[in-house]
């Protein structure tokens, strides 16, 4: 099998019999990026010499037998992670010129396990959307079919790994930007439980929804960089006490009698024929697979998308009120004076859809408007969270679809911020609860693949995990390739 | 209507981002589009209801008061756009 077809527990273990050695594998992938890339744009910064100097002392440890599972693997991130030296930009011509004196906790981890950096991931501005096409950078297009959206935000590292430019990459997931961009994309992602991966050095969009996670073809690939990324962050003061965990020990238990919540009533209006009848193929396969259908009621559900397009807004006009001129990032030409030093370069860093939503947030913080918006979107967050932890007490997982329906079509919903908002209709409950949640590819509507929402329990991303393995064990979704199709 | 140009134009001004004027009335217009959507959730009851500040009810954590970081400025200073004797420099602020 070729170098840049193989998952990362296939690379691992070629590396570890010494079937290729890590220059190889990294030259493979930049090769694959230098050639391809101007048919996705899916990477805003390619780390050509940082990575096949990292490849070099990936080998001698390879050699020297101090490796690890993730040693010499290339991984490439999404632009929202600080990686000290290199380029950060957040998809914003705010921090085009940003080179961070600091790796975020995620880069340091993977940098400790000898992996390399093949780079940077193209990205929404600043996470906020959820078809990269708000990217300063330009519109990154979907390895199936470039005339859609590979999804967003981080559609640069799905449409990375569906291109098999890189063979697992890094996401954030604030109301779906891991899950969503991984069903358009026919891969796997995961968003862990709030608080499981530190948000150290990873720019903030919404900080009590914000969380980084894993992006791979397989659920194992997953897994192998939960291992990596995950763990408490004395740097965070919002990272769970809970020491990391071995995410691959589970893998292969079956998953008879596992109890699996549908709430058919919430997904058949939205859905059409054809993610339907994915989706039933799905779970019959999960109950072939010895599990058992629950049906479970989620009404409260219906207000998350309002609930987040609140609270999202909200903390992003808290946290980007940063980004001045003065420290770094952009700044505008002869400013009068301070206040239009702040004001311009704003104005002139900032893109419309970052600009609009700072401007809703600052609206919802404002003097006689933060009750009736921000305090009461919390309380409404609450009831969501209640009502699935009440359906979690009774069934192991909640299933449903991930997203309303295969990837839509470039700049179809540029101009209707509601439609593109909808989009995350399925994902932004497991963000406003704090829930683990993933996507997994089930099938394909008009030759584009669609995916499977599994959502868990506080800190049960080894079940999610479980469960997803299983499902790919028995089927062959995650396999397919837009290369095999495209013969690219 | 649920925001008024006047309202957009004084939070553009709190929140330091310069509209031009041809662009008020379109952009009150989504604005007020994306409010509307949102108040859909006043229909749910909240009384009684205590806020979800952080998703798992956690609490900051606290750390003991001791230096812990190097001191970096040099790197932090490095990448300003302005700086002079290790200050960021910034137009006058009192004439």
Known sequence: ?488 | MPITPKQIIQISNLARIKIEQDQVHLLTEKIGEIISFVDKFKTIDTNEIEPLFNPLDAIQKLRFDEITEIDESENFLGIAPSVRKNLFVVPKVID
């Open chain 1, 1 to 488: 099998m070729e170098i840049h077809s193989q998952s990362i527990a296939q690379l691992s273990a070629g590396l570890q019999r010494k079937d290729f050695s890590s220059e190889e594998v990294t030259r493979a992938f930049l090769e694959r990026i230098n050639s391809l890339d101007h048919l996705y744009n899916a990477f805003i910064t390619v780390n050509e010499e940082g990575a096949m100097s990292a490849a070099t002392k990936a080998d001698q440890r390879i050699a020297n037998g101090t490796n690890e599972i993730l040693t010499g693997i290339p991984i490439a991130h999404k632009d929202i992670f600080c990686t000290q030296g290199v380029k950060t930009s957040c998809g914003s011509r705010m921090l085009d010129n940003f080179i961070p004196p600091y790796n975020s906790t995620v880069i340091g981890n993977f940098n400790d396990s000898g992996a390399i950096i093949l780079g940077k991931t193209n990205m929404d501005e600043f996470a906020m959307g959820g078809s990269t096409e708000t990217s300063y950078y330009g519109p990154c297009y979907n390895p199936w079919n470039t005339n859609k959206v590979p999804g967003g935000s981080s559609g640069g590292s799905a449409a990375a790994i569906a291109a098999s430019l890189t063979p697992g990459a890094t996401g954030t997931d604030t109301g779906g930007s891991i899950r969503q961009p991984s069903s358009f994309c026919g891969i796997t992602g995961l968003k862990p439980t709030y608080g499981r991966v530190s948000r150290f050095g990873m720019i903030a969009f919404a900080s009590s929804l914000d969380q980084g996670g894993p992006m791979a073809k397989t659920a194992e690939d997953c897994s192998i960089l939960m291992n990596v990324m995950s763990g408490n962050d004395p740097k965070d003061s919002t990272s769970a006490a809970k020491e990391s965990e071995d995410f691959s020990a589970n893998l292969s238990q079956k998953i008879d009698g596992l109890k699996i919540g549908i709430s058919f009533q919430n997904h058949a209006k939205n859905l059409d024929l054809g993610y339907q009848n994915c989706l039933e193929q799905a779970l019959n396969q999960l109950e072939k697979l010895g599990a058992k259908l629950v049906e479970i009621s989620l009404p409260r559900n219906s207000f998350a998308v309002p609930t987040y397009y609140v609270i999202a807004p909200a903390e992003a006009s808290s946290n980007l009120s940063r980004f001045d001129g003065v420290r770094y990032g952009y700044r505008c030409d002869n400013p009068e004076n301070l206040h239009d030093l702040y004001t311009r370069s704003r104005s002139e860093g900032l893109g419309d859809e970052v600009k609009r939503r700072i401007l809703i947030g600052t609206y919802a913080l404002s003097a006689g408007y933060y009750d009736q918006y921000y305090g009461k979107a919390q309380k409404i967050r609450r009831l969501i969270r209640d009502e699935y932890l009440s359906c979690l007490k009774n069934v192991d997982v909640i299933v449903g679809p991930t997203t309303t329906g295969p990837a839509f079509d470039i700049g179809s919903k540029n101009n209707d911020s509601i439609s593109m908002y909808l989009e995350d209709t399925y994902t932004v409950g497991a963000n406003l609860a704090g829930l683990p949640a993933m996507s997994i590819p089930i099938g394909f509507v008009n030759e584009c693949p669609i995916g499977m929402q599994l959502i868990g329990r506080d800190f049960e991303e080894s079940k999610l995990l479980n469960v997803a393995h299983q499902f790919q064990h028995a089927t062959d979704w995650h396999l397919q390739s837009p290369i095999k199709k495209n013969n690219a």
